[in-house]
């Protein structure tokens, strides 16, 4: 639901006017980053977070493709110790918990000088425990607006995850306190970002995470931020997806804000696929039998009934997972053929 109040409406529309400089916590392959993109918004990636050595590849490889060869270079230049700067830094490779020294010890020479190299291509804080406030470096606010996202783990909060919440650091989705420490850096830095935007499961203000919601909202209010959250789904925004998501956008000072308007869905899922699909994206008749089946895996999902659940040529339903396996895919039948 969208939270607002006749106060709001005194309040001048929010309105951007300066350059962007972008700040992606949580940054994964830089999906916010993307958006922007796609909707032609001249932008500046200024910094990112992202600790996973997958993703950090993924978002230098979308977003800075032709950079490599010259950090490449200038390693070969001089000795180095890449994997203690790598463990230094934080990084990880499950996700979960970052590399030991050893671990790091094991990879390839050369891997750990990639690695590398793609943290500082794109700007990367690395390990948001150890971000700093002055690590964001926001300067000359009156020629640039600062834009922050901050998409934290949803693991702790989805459906699909194991219901851990968010109230403390201890948990994935708790990471979002890390976010607070490093704003109240921030303040008494006296250079905050001006806008923030936050996506995330719908549960994050469910019956169960809406005390520590508030409480979120409650401390970017302190901070000086007006808060506007709803939950969005893709079908109303033109695309074939049964995705549900809430979004916040916190802005600095008195500004009133207003989510856009849904729009009628034209296209179907079966418009966005390619003619042409390779035959290892089809699955055999064995395959096929194996997910009708009834059976009840440990993580309490019938995948028989995902499975016949998914397939439609209209709609794609969100691919969700937990820890340790996929709950649910999108799978396309196809007329005349045996296999989807």
Known sequence: ?????????????????????LIEMFSGYGSQALALKYLGVEFEHWKICEWAIKSIQAYKDIHFENKWNYFKVNYDLYDFDFATELYNLGISSNYNKSMTLEQIQRLRTDKQKEILANIQITNNLVNIQQVKGKDLNIINTDKYTYIMTYSFPCQDLSLAGKGQGM???STRSGMLWEVERILSECKELGTMPEVLLMENVPQVHGVNNVDDFNKWQLRLEELGYKNYFQDLIATDYGIPQTRNRCFMISILGDYSYTFPKSIPLKLKLKDLLEDEVDEKYYLSDKQIKCLSSEKVYENVYIRGEQFKKNISPELATTIT???SDRASDTFIKVKKS???
């Open 167 to 169: 109230k403390d650091t």
């Open 338 to 340: 045996r296999k989807c």
């Open 1 to 21: 639901m969208n939270q607002t109040s006749i106060f709001d409406f005194m309040y001048p529309k929010y309105k951007i006017t300066k350059p962007i400089r």
């Open 321 to 323: 997972a937990s820890s």
